[in-house]
């Protein structure tokens, strides 16, 4: 059983930068790996990428230039640092887990990006 909190999603101008932070709380946290998936207004979720649980970052190849993955076990934190925002960065963030049954999600973070 994971549960996790996003927080960090905030309105920032084109170019910008945010750190959205993951916290678990469960005990199998150190063993599963956790991604961070977006869902833009009107559009379906897109995976973004996700960290093992050795902490092995893992990027789809349109955020690999933009967007870091970290995760800090011993505070049992995730990290998505995200720099040169967009306009189409915009949507609802959410964290995960992967591999597990069931998966699960948190509540998400709303990230708006604009001029």
């Known amino acids: 059983q994971v549960r996790l909190v996003e927080s960090g999603g905030d309105l920032v101008k084109i170019g910008g930068s945010l750190r959205l932070s993951c916290a678990a709380s469960?005990?199998?946290?150190?063993?599963?790996?956790v991604g961070w998936t977006r869902q833009a207004p009107g559009k379906q979720r897109e995976l973004l990428g996700y960290?093992?649980?050795?902490?092995?970052?893992i990027y789809v190849d349109f955020v690999k230039e933009r967007f870091t993955l970290s995760r800090d076990n011993a505070k049992r934190i995730v990290y998505l640092q995200m720099n040169n925002l967009k306009p189409n960065d915009t949507g609802a963030y959410y964290c995960?887990?992967?591999?597990?049954?069931?998966?699960?999600w948190g509540q998400g973070t709303q990230v708006t990006v604009s001029s």
């Open positions: 995960h887990t992967l591999g597990t049954t069931p998966v699960f």
């Open positions: 469960g005990s199998d946290f150190d063993s599963v790996a």
């Open positions: 960290v093992t649980s050795g902490g092995s970052p």
